[in-house]
């Protein structure tokens, strides 16, 4: 692994163990992201994943796996990294990593069920959008009807996850229609958390690209914390479900647990909208 390589994990995740199993993307074609741009794709050789494992502390609790989409290494990799955690750190009760919908596609709910039996215990999966037409503008290589799949596949394999939206990313006009679309999509699945995003353009992607010629419009702060205030009200989960904006890039920070919190959390958006004039 470069050694100059910046290294991403989710914010809860910052405090445990981080292993490194891939370097780079193995799709690295999403429009709106430049994390790993110039990164060439690789998986870690086992032997070094070894190595990481065994220099842990005994005790460790809980492990993140590093890189883009470490479930892109497919199953029998995958149980042997699981095999490796149990060996090396039996104390630990929890493996967590990122994971695509696109790669989750190659693992039958069986398969998922056996890697959730080894250790690997949470998902953070990025659906982005509950719409068909932004997930192709923003070139994810999914539909909508096959990210349900997969998380019907995961509710099924007791494989808990976590989902990722991003707001803002239908552009100008139409946040109410992804808030809408969105939350009618999670509201069909379980999921442990949603966590939202704030629709960034980076230098160099092809969505800023879009952006300077006119193709894409940006949504305005008022229009994006309305689709924050939208999502909250159309979500409905069957169970609770944890619902977090503290990500960085958000431009409002709450938290709470869906449906109990919901008032409190629609009273907190209106206020900072008060507060934004």
């Known amino acids: 692994m470069n050694s100059h390589e ?16 891939t370097s780079g993307c193995p799709y690295n074609r999403c429009a709106f992201c430049s994390m790993y741009k110039g990164v ?27 890189g883009a989409d470490p479930l892109a290494i497919g199953f029998d990799a995958m149980k042997r990294v699981l095999g490796l955690i149990r060996k090396h750190l039996p104390y630990c009760a929890c493996v967590a990593s990122y994971a695509s919908v696109r790669s989750l596609v190659g693992y ?12 690997l215990r949470l998902l953070y999966i990025g659906f982005e959008s509950g719409l068909d037409s932004v997930l192709k503008e923003m070139n994810k290589g999914h539909t909508v009807a096959t990210a349900l799949a997969q998380a019907a596949k995961l509710n099924r394999a ?31 699945f379980e999921t442990r958390k949603v966590i939202t995003m704030n629709l ?8 800023d690209e879009s952006v300077r010629c006119g ?21 409905d989960p069957a169970r609770p479900m944890a619902f977090d904006t503290t990500h960085p890039t958000n431009m409002i920070k709450i938290r709470g647990t869906l449906p109990q919190d919901k008032d409190r959390l629609i009273r907190e958006i209106q206020q900072h909208r008060k507060r934004m004039g």
């Open 6 to 21: 910046t290294i991403y994990y989710p914010q809860d995740e910052m405090n445990h163990v981080l292993i490194p199993v």
């Open 40 to 66: 060439p794709y690789r998986q870690i050789p086992l032997g070094e994943i070894e190595n990481q494992i065994i220099y842990g502390d005994l005790y460790t609790e809980r492990v993140f796996l590093t």
């Open 108 to 119: 039958s709910a069986e398969a998922l069920s056996e890697l959730h039996d080894a250790g």
């Open 158 to 188: 007791r494989l808990q996850f976590n989902t990722i939206l991003i707001y803002g990313i239908a552009g100008q006009g139409r946040s109410e229609e992804n808030a809408a679309a969105s939350a009618a999509m999670v509201n069909r």
């Open 200 to 207: 960034k353009v980076f230098d160099g992607t092809p969505l």
């Open 215 to 235: 193709k894409f419009i940006p949504a305005d702060n008022g229009e994006r914390l309305a689709e924050i205030l939208a999502l909250i009200t159309y979500l």
